[in-house]
Every structure is written in C-alpha cells, then in structure tokens.
C-alpha cells in the first residue's frame, strides 16, 4: 500500500512538470527593470538612438539639439544618433540586432512592433517602475531638466503604450489621417463640401472627376491624367472602415477576425471605385500629395504628419514648380459611415528602451527618453508637420497655443494646411482608437492593406472579382502573411509554433517514466495475482 502511494506521488510530480512546463511556452516574460538608488555621474555611458525622419531637415536638426542640450546636462552620457527613413527598416533592424544582442539603448518604434520584440528575453524594458521612481521618474526630484509627470502625459496617448499589463514605451508624436481636398475641384463638379466627409460622398465627388473630353483629356483638369482619390496607408483605410462599420478584425487576445463578410462587402465597392479610374492607392499610382499638388487628384489621404508636403505652397513639395497648379486646399477628418460617431485610428511613434546587463546604462537611457518628453523637444518637433505633442503641458503651453494661433503667417513653420491638420487632430483626440497589440498584430496590419493592393491591381489587370477570386485572395494573403501562426480560437491563446528542442526531450522523458510506472503496476498487480492462486 505504501509502495503505490510513493508511485502514485511521483506520478503526480510528473504531471506537475508537464504543467509547469506547457504553461513555459508562449511570450518571454520581461522581468521588471529594479531602478538604481543613485544615477552614478562618476562613470561614462555612450548610448544609442535609432529615430526616423522623412526628407524634413528641421527634424534632424532638433534630434541633434536635443542631443547636445541633453549632453549639456549629463556630460557623461553620449547619445549616438542614427537616422532612418522608414519605420519598417527600424523594425527589420532590431529583430536582426536582437539575436547578436547588438540593440540600441533607445528607438522610435510602434507598439505592434515592440509585441514582435517581447519574443525574445527580457529584451524590452517594462517602464512602470522607471514611471513612478521618486528621484528619476516621470517628474523625479533629482532630474536636471523639466520633465512631465505621469498625470501631465495625455493620457490616451500613453495607454497607447501599454499591453501585455505593462508600460513598455512612451508616446513620443501622435498624428491620424486626413482627407487633404482640391476644394476648388469639389466647387467645379457642382459639389459643396459636407460638414463631415461620408464614404457616398467621397466615391460620388471621385466618379464625376472620371469624366472625359472628346479629345480624352479629363473634363476637369484639362490634363492626360487624373486620379480622383488616392490613399496612402490601405492598412489603415481598411482597419478604419471595419472599425466604423463595427465589423471584425482582431480581437485583443489575437484572434484574426478580418476575412468577414463585411471585409469582403468593401472590396467589391473598392473594386468598383478602382474600375472606373476613380480610386487607386501610394503604392500602385504613387504619392498622394504630388498628384494633389499638380492638379491631378481631388482627395489625398495621408497623416496630418505628412501636411507639410500638401498644397501647392507647401514648404516641402516634391515637383517641379512648372507641375503645380493653384487652388484651395481644404483639411478634413477621413471620411465615416456613422457621423454622429466619427472613428479614426491614431498613429505617431513612441519611444522604448531595450535592456541591457548594466542597469546605470538602462538609467542614462531613461534619462534621454524623459528628456525627449519636455517642452522644448516636444514643441519644436511638431511643429515641424501636423504632430500634436503627447504631453498637456506642452499641448497648453502659451509657446503652442501662439504657434496655433498664427496659422498662415508664413509658408514656412506656419503653414496654414500644416496647423490645420493639427488643429483637427486636437478636436478629435476622443475619437481615435488603436488596435490591438499583439506577436502578429504587425502582420494582420500589412494584410489589411494587401487586400485593397491586391484587388485594385487585379481590376487594373481586368480580372474578374467574385467570390471565387475572393476566396483565392484571402487564402494567397493568410499565407503570404502566416496568419495562421497567430489565429486564434475564441477565447484560446496563440499557436507559437513548435516547442524548443530542450522542452520535448523532457516531454518525451516524462512520457517514458509515464509508461514506466504503468507498466510497473501493472505487473505488481500481476504478481500479487499470481501468489492469490
């Protein structure tokens, strides 16, 4: 009796192991950074910053006063700049840098991105205990310049930053979509522009812009060429109308609900805008604001961040002067299926910190980050394009509010279209929403937007689109985008592949002492029979 009790408790510590270990598999957990007592000044630290710009000098300029102000303060940190012109670029680096353990100290970065980091060990730092730290928090006692507190952070901007049930950035810029409208076309076609943009309205204004002379020139601008609307992120054109019509796309646990019927309602209206000539899309015709700018479009959606590049006396135009053509330039939300409850989605970079083995030189690059969030910083950066800044003390500061009242002043830092776009995200930050973060959340993000690329390519192409194209498409895109390794059952977790070599030499070591123990009882059992008889 004693013998089977002793078996039947290793079997019972197996079965425990074999908990312990399914419930191993899945996201690393990053273990809480322990902030230093003291900031030790005594010791040198060289950190590294990894941010993105477009072709916008003046923000490369304030990166690198920031920096030299910041070095000024702490003469024994220097900061290393290294400049990109794309956010993925950012991200393929960093999943490189993560194996060789060669990240930066600091990056400009997405939280769909930072989700795609966490696979990795304590790779990212958690940043509630850097938040709330007395001395070198967010508005600590012993920081040497102005930093916000916690409360003086906008607090939609900085939940943001936070999943997993942990802070794992801060906000840096915030900026959403805007419909930049050739108001003088709207006015030609006898159309006057509705207090908020509708969809009807939008695919109505762009098919009459279709319209030809004999010669085939179009009707309204003379000209070879014309592309009524173009839209530069399809990834968030399609999460956007989900969003609005209320339809699925994924859930906060990482459940791929985008192939619906609502998904597939809106291709075929996409495929028919693009039939006619009246839609097309950054990738396929080009950049919206060119077309704006030469008279060849009549909506261009793109970030309030790229307002600079909008109108033809836009500070940064990108064709030739004999190209653009004068007219009125009107900033306006995107445009919605319910009025009365406008959605958008918000966008703009935010900054984490990546670990290190040494914890001072976690805190030096803590300090730049927080230095990044003051006023000075905060301030000049958007007022280089429509950002908003991500701190209230900066958004209510008499600097900012000036800098909006002056819209129009100049061509230059007042751009009136640039102040606009900002103007409109101000009034609409409770009308935002993000999506949720999750390892794949990136991937379903690039597949949103492939299924508007695929569809308006394939009617260019004269392909027919019904329901066996669409189900062709939604196979070629869960495929190439390997949704199936991040699809969700309701309520269930995420498939994340096979386990690690280790773990199924211990899975099958544990089975083989399962058999073995079955078998021992087996013939003890057998054994007592045979001395019964």
Not at 37 to 65: G, L, M, V
Request: charged share 20%.
């Amino acid at each position: 009796m004693k013998k089977t009790g002793r078996i039947c408790a290793v079997m019972l510590l197996a079965a425990m192991c074999l908990t312990v270990l399914s419930g191993c598999h899945g996201k690393k957990e990053q273990t809480a950074f322990a902030v230093s007592e003291e900031f030790d000044t005594s010791r040198e630290y060289e950190i590294t910053f990894w941010a993105k710009n477009d072709t916008n000098k003046n923000q490369t300029d304030i990166y690198k006063q920031a920096i030299a102000d910041f070095e000024n303060l702490y003469p024994n940190i220097t900061v290393n700049l290294r400049l990109y012109t794309d956010y993925g670029k950012i991200y393929n680096d960093v999943i490189t840098n993560i194996s060789t353990d060669t990240t930066p100290n600091v990056c400009i970065t997405y939280p769909d991105h930072i989700a795609t980091y966490l696979t990795g060990e304590n790779v990212v730092v958690p940043l509630e205990d850097l938040f709330d730290d007395e001395k070198y928090g967010l508005g600590g006692s012993e920081l040497l310049f102005d930093s916000p507190k916690k409360s003086e952070m906008a607090p939609q901007f900085l939940e943001e930053c936070s999943f997993g049930n942990h802070y794992y950035a801060v906000p840096f810029m915030r900026s959403m979509e805007a419909c930049y409208i050739n108001k003088t076309y709207v006015e030609a076609l006898g159309y006057t522009l509705p207090e908020t943009l509708t969809w009807d309205f939008i695919w109505e204004v762009s098919e009459a812009a279709t319209q030809k002379n004999a010669d085939g020139t179009f009707a309204l601008n003379g000209q070879e060429v014309m592309v009524p609307f173009i839209y530069k992120s399809t990834d968030n054109m399609m999460i956007q109308m989900l969003r609005q019509k209320n339809a699925g796309y994924s859930t906060d646990t990482g459940e791929v609900q985008i192939f619906n019927d609502t998904t597939e309602e809106l291709l075929y209206t996409i495929a028919e805008q693009a039939r006619t000539g009246a839609f097309s899309t950054f990738k396929i015709s080009g950049y919206p604001a060119n077309f704006l700018n030469a008279g060849q479009c009549v909506f261009a959606i793109d970030s309030t961040a790229g307002a600079t590049w909008m109108g033809s006396d836009a500070p940064l135009v990108d064709i030739s002067e004999e190209a653009l053509t004068d007219f009125e330039v009107e900033v306006m939300s995107i445009p919605q299926y319910d009025t009365e409850n406008p959605q958008m989605i918000s966008q703009g970079p935010s900054l984490c910190i990546f670990n290190k083995d040494d914890p001072q030189e976690v805190l030096a690059s803590w300090l730049f980050t927080q230095y990044l969030l003051c006023n000075k910083v905060q301030i000049a950066y958007s007022e280089t394009e429509g950002y908003v800044p991500v701190t209230l003390t900066a958004q209510n500061s008499a600097e900012y509010q000036d800098y909006l009242s002056r819209a129009g002043e100049d061509n230059d830092t007042y751009y009136d279209v640039k102040i606009k776009a900002s103007e409109l995200l101000l009034e609409h930050e409770d009308d935002t929403f993000v999506t949720p973060v999750f390892n794949g959340s990136t991937s379903l993000r690039d597949a949103a937007g492939q299924l508007i690329e695929d569809v308006t390519k394939s009617v260019r192409r004269g392909e027919t689109i019904d329901n066996g194209y669409m189900e062709n498409l939604y196979s070629n895109v869960t495929a190439l985008y390997h949704l199936n390794e991040y699809n969700l059952p309701s309520g269930g977790k995420a498939d994340l592949g096979p386990l690690p070599g280790t773990a199924v030499a211990l899975l099958a070591g544990l089975a083989g002492i399962w058999v073995l123990l079955i078998l021992y009882l087996l013939v003890s059992n057998m054994k007592k029979r045979s001395k019964k008889h």
